[in-house]
């Protein structure tokens, strides 16, 4: 059995308000957080640059 195909018209409009809000943002979050991680590196500043990293490309892929 094939699994159904989502399509972005059928995402309901406050999630691709907040997938298009996210998508501005997270850019400069990135950006910031890199250098707070290049200064400071702790275990919490890689894990969430990492974080940002995974949704910044799940955006850009549009895996979400």
Known sequence: MRG???NK???????RACRRIAGRFIIPF???QFIRTLLLPTVFD????TAFLVIAISIYFDVV
């Open 46 to 49: 890689i894990l969430l640059l």
């Open 4 to 6: 159904r195909r989502f």
């Open 30 to 32: 990135i950006i910031f």
């Open 9 to 15: 018209v059928s995402y309901h409009p406050w999630f």
